[in-house]
């Protein structure tokens, strides 16, 4: 099993869906990375920043599920990073109503000495100032190293991003993003085009229409599971990135045929953690629901047909 190191936001999150509306609760991209790929009980640590008003019961939560917090600097003095959103009817659609950096305005990673030989990297939705700091502080590159980002960095950052692009093995974005970053329409073209900015593998997330996971040779598609109820979908693209990535480290196999393996896995737990607010969902799964719901997954999918 591989080791597995995971940059992010570590965040109040205040969430508005057409069901109801949350205080400050935990949220943040490392959060529901770390979450997802602590179901595979894997040895996951974050680098992240909190503010001195982050409850210490929540880095508790995380810690009793084997996600170490040691990278996690808290500045007494300063605030964590706050968001807020509000979904509307069609739950594909949300309005950002505050993004409060915070803390997170001069954050200067650190790794922790326990993770600089970390088999596996994971670069959550951030600043690509802090993903690259991460990067180079690494001595040797990890087997395998997954990139996460938004049309924000696109927009406004889109020099530095190309640089970590470079450096990356596999890019996870959704549909919009990709055809944003490559110019092309077709997400075939647009996967093409990607490649010759660095990563071999690129993950376009469709959210409810699945994702598709591409290398210069072959294409493959994994549904989203038809679910009767979407609660809140935050957190869902980060909850699929991490069980992606962390499917990879608990099987330390990073062949295109286990990626296949690891996009339904990603998929799978994704769809649990829309089912209630926050990380509440992510949080109470056992591994006979996972099984369950991967059941479903191959019903979905599996089908037979005669080639004349
Ligand atoms: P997602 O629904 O996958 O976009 O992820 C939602 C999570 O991302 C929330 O928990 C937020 O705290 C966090 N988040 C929101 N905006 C940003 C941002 N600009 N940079 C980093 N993380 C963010």
């Known amino acids: 099993m591989g080791k597995l190191l995971i940059v992010g936001t570590v965040a109040f999150d205040a969430i508005e869906t057409p069901f109801g509306k949350t205080d400050k609760i935990l949220g943040g991209a490392a959060t529901f990375i770390s979450l997802s790929a602590a179901q595979f009980g894997v040895n996951s640590g974050i680098v992240s920043v909190v503010g001195g008003d982050f409850p210490k019961s929540y880095l508790n939560r995380l810690n009793a599920r084997n996600i170490s917090t040691e990278g996690i600097e808290i500045i ?4 964590t990073f706050f968001w807020s959103g509000r979904y509307h009817n069609d739950l594909n659609v949300r309005d950002t109503l505050t993004t409060d950096l915070n803390v997170l305005a001069n954050f200067n990673p650190i790794v922790p000495d326990s993770f600089t030989e970390t088999d596996f990297l994971m670069l959550g939705n951030l600043h ?9 502080q690494l001595p040797k590159k990890p087997k395998l190293v997954v990139l996460d980002t938004m049309n924000f960095w696109m927009d406004n950052t889109l020099d530095e991003l190309m640089e970590v692009i470079a450096k990356i093995d596999v890019i996870t974005i959704n549909d919009e993003e990709a055809r944003q970053l490559s110019g092309e329409y077709s997400l075939v073209k647009a996967a093409q085009k990607i490649f010759t900015m660095g990563p071999k593998y690129v993950v376009i997330k469709k959210g409810e229409h699945g994702a598709l996971l591409f290398n210069e040779e072959n294409i493959f598609f994994a549904p989203a599971l038809p679910l009767e109820e979407v609660f809140d979908p935050t957190g869902a693209g ?13 099987t330390d196999d990073i062949s295109f045929e286990n990626m296949k393996r690891a996009v339904i896995s990603g998929s799978n737990l994704a769809s649990f953690c829309v089912e209630k607010f926050g990380t509440e969902r992510m949080e109470v799964l056992t591994i006979a629901e996972i099984q369950q719901r991967l059941l479903q997954f191959k019903e979905l999918t599996q089908f037979e047909i005669e080639l004349s």
């Not at 690509?128 to 180079?136: D, L, R, T």
């Open 76 to 79: 007494e003095e300063g605030k």
């Open 128 to 136: 690509p100032n802090v993903q690259m700091a991460v990067i180079k």
């Open 238 to 250: 980060d909850t699929f990135a991490g069980g992606f990535i962390g499917y990879l480290a608990k």
